[in-house]
């Protein structure tokens, strides 16, 4: 058997481990996720600015540079970024000050469906939002397009039909594991005291 290595092989794995987490930690513990996945991307992409703004230049911005084996302050922004984002969403998932705790009324086969739906969600939301950090765009200050985007994924998204659906359609990636966390919340019965 002869596997080639590319971008859609690493895209599908990496989604499929991030699925596999989300179904082993639970439905609760992946809304938890997604919650900070939303709150590690904000604070992610303006660390990334805020860190090219003020140490854009300086001894410890070339020495990252070297480190990261990168070529451009661009490059070195969005090597920040990913590294930030990474890191605040494994934080806010193992230590995150926050629970989520929603009613289980319904069957097992619903539970179950549900678990499924939010560890793709999940899933999907992650790699769309490090892939839109690799291609180069700001999620806070606007900007984007095909100028704004890194060369180096530009390659990659030029020869990965996966890798451009995605980044394509981030904002459905966005905004589905929000509408359907909403949508669950309209429909579950939990009493309170």
Known sequence: MNITLSWDLFVVVFFVVILAYSL???RD???KVILGTYVSMIAADAGGALFAKYLSGSELFMKILKLAAVGTEQEAMVFIK???FVALVILFAVRGAFEVDTS???SVIVRTILSVVYAVLSAGLIISAIL???SGVSLIGGGGGEQSTVTALWDVYNQ???IRMIVDNSNVWF???AL???IHSFYSHKETI
Do not use: C, E
Request: charged share 10%; no cysteine; glycine share 4%.
């Open 24 to 26: 082993i930690i639970g």
């Open 29 to 31: 513990n992946t809304l």
């Open 82 to 84: 990913v590294i930030i």
């Open 104 to 106: 289980d009324d319904r």
């Open 132 to 134: 839109v950090f690799v």
């Open 160 to 162: 990965s039909q996966m």
């Open 175 to 177: 905004s589905l594991p």
């Open 180 to 182: 359907a966390f909403l």
